[in-house]
């Protein structure tokens, strides 16, 4: 792959916790990650994509990291990731790690210094403000994981920022040594070998210098939300302008090194997204931005449309990556269970997901149809879930241990797993899908390794004014074009087509006969025509 390998690449999501256990110890790690990416190169993907395996008290499973330039314990050493990476290599994967920048652990070095005295090294790494005369918070800004984003220290008589967990201080990118820093640790593992970056919470990095309160958001009804978070419009504490010019920084490193990229994890109300989107990834910064806008319950033609269509429309020399499920969302196979059965459901995701303009991010066990695990209270490590429950159970469910084969702990481990494995997860495992026609796991492969040479993987996008619950579009290329048509329902659907006079590429349902294409539930078409092909 060139220079441009990422453009329309299909990145598989590791969650290193629950991928595969080689100790024993019930927890995921490299050496376990090694072992298996036979299973990722066979799937046809292009690139993996890490979550964090830094050192880290795992306060928040490793978001949380208090060395930023080594292996924590639990996942092994640094000979172990270079093993890990050299393995891909030679498989033709690409590795991209997370990096969390934006906040650090409350154990690292530097917050231990800068929480010491006002007049520390590091005293100025960290966001720090005084109290109010009453003794309340600088300002109104609430955390994403409850409560408000200000933590009171007692050795500075100040409090310190923290968007997420108080173990997660903010690092102060206004500070030009902090950004140094930064690109120190990127410099680090560029030099390592890895080939990219996910960079976690990338519009957290800057914040209003004057501390302004943040307004409220519209909302559709007058119900508070279970997350006070989501009331408020977080103009002041994120996305701010300066992070532009220090994204332009880090696209000026990476681009001293060879074949590299960065995607951006952009996090915004919808209102906002797309235009972060745009300016986060014109004018020489990131690669890519990931985007939030299909992580939800929306499922309909309307939707999938305007995402796709907006962020071109709005940044044509952009590109976006998509996803339908990472390890922060309920699993799509179960958020969409109700237009049509779990494995009709994930097969048409797969083809909906892989056709769309763009990059494309694979968590790891979709490629089975992977269901969301109905965790108990007693079974729960997440912190938002402990705080929010039982309205919102947290992350747990979704970060299950993949399951290989029908054994007790589906070959993840044979200790006791971190998160249980349970009965109708175990049953969607590798082993029982290999070489079954139809399954999920074989249809991925066949979907991956048809759209490698096709327009699929740059072709633009036209769409076709079609009723719901259908979606049609054609991607072209100079070399070809696939015309893509959904059918997002449980229930038959017909759509006239022009231009097409045989399907010509993989389908699930679907049927031509005179100018008519009829789509079973769930039903769904690729098919290779010319420019002139369309439907509605």
């Known amino acids: 792959m060139g220079g441009d390998w990422w453009r329309g690449a299909v990145v598989y999501q590791i969650y290193p916790r629950s991928f595969q256990d080689s100790d024993d110890d019930g927890i995921g790690d490299l050496k376990g990650i090694t072992h298996r990416l036979d299973h990722v190169a066979r799937l046809g993907a292009d690139a993996i994509w890490l979550s964090p395996v830094f050192r880290s008290p795992m306060a928040d499973m490793g978001y949380d990291v208090s060395d930023y330039c080594d292996i924590d314990p639990l996942f092994g050493t640094l000979e172990d990731f270079d093993t890990l990476v050299a393995r891909a290599h030679d498989l033709g994967l690409k590795v991209i790690i997370d990096q969390v920048i934006s ?11 800068s929480r010491r005295a006002r007049d520390s090294a590091k005293a100025d790494w960290y966001v720090w403000a005084d109290a109010k005369p009453d003794g309340s918070p600088p300002n109104n800004w609430l955390s994403v994981f409850g409560g408000s984003a200000w933590e009171w220290d007692t050795r500075r008589r100040q409090y310190y920022l923290h968007n997420f967990l108080p173990s997660q201080p903010d690092l102060n990118f206004h500070n030009p040594e902090v950004q140094d820093w930064a690109l120190s640790v990127l410099r680090f593992w560029l030099d390592r070998g890895v080939d990219g970056f996910r960079l976690d919470t990338v519009n957290y990095y800057f914040h209003d210098p004057k ?36 994204l332009a920084r880090m696209r000026v490193l990476l681009d001293e090194y060879d074949n590299r990229t960065m995607v951006g994890e952009v996090g915004d109300n919808p209102r906002r997204a797309l235009k972060i989107m745009e300016e986060y990834t014109s004018d020489g910064r990131l690669h890519m931005a990931y985007s939030f806008d299909l992580l939800g319950p929306k499922f309909s033609q309307s939707h999938f449309r305007s995402r796709v269509e907006g962020f071109f429309k709005a940044a044509p020399e952009g590109w976006p990556m ?14 969409w269970e109700n237009y049509g059965s779990t494995d009709a459901v994930a097969r048409l995701a797969a083809a909906l997901l892989l056709s769309f303009e763009g990059s494309i991010c694979l968590y790891q066990g979709e490629e089975l149809g992977q269901t969301e695990t109905d965790i108990e209270f007693h079974e729960l490590t997440d912190p938002p879930g402990f705080k929010f429950w039982p309205d919102y159970k947290g992350r747990d469910g979704c970060r299950t241990p993949m399951v290989w084969d029908g054994t007790a702990q589906g070959g993840f481990t044979g200790g006791t797993p971190w998160l249980p494995v349970k009965a109708p997860q175990l049953a969607r495992n590798v082993m029982a899908q290999e070489g079954v026609a139809g399954s999920v796991l074989e249809t991925y492969r066949a979907l991956l390794a048809w759209r490698q040479g096709s327009a699929l993987r740059v072709g ?16 072209d290329t100079a070399e070809g074009s696939v015309l893509c048509l959904f059918n997002l329902s449980d229930k038959a659907q017909e759509v006239p087509v022009a231009g097409l006079t045989a399907l010509d590429g993989p389908q699930d349902g679907a049927t031509l006969a005179a100018g008519t294409l009829t789509l079973a539930p769930c039903g769904w078409v690729w098919t290779r025509c010319g420019a002139e092909a369309a439907a509605g």
């Open 103 to 113: 906040h650090s652990s409350d154990q690292h070095p530097f917050f231990a210094d």
């Open 211 to 246: 501390l302004r309160d943040n307004g409220p958001e519209p909302t559709e009804d007058n119900l508070p939300a279970v997350n006070p978070y989501e009331m408020q419009d977080h103009e002041y504490s994120k996305t701010r302008p300066e992070n532009l010019d220090f």
């Open 322 to 335: 998509w996803a339908f499920s990472n390890h922060d969302v309920i699993r799509h196979a179960t958020r």
């Open 460 to 475: 633009r996008s036209t769409f076709f004014d079609v009723p719901e619950p259908l979606l049609a579009f054609r991607r």
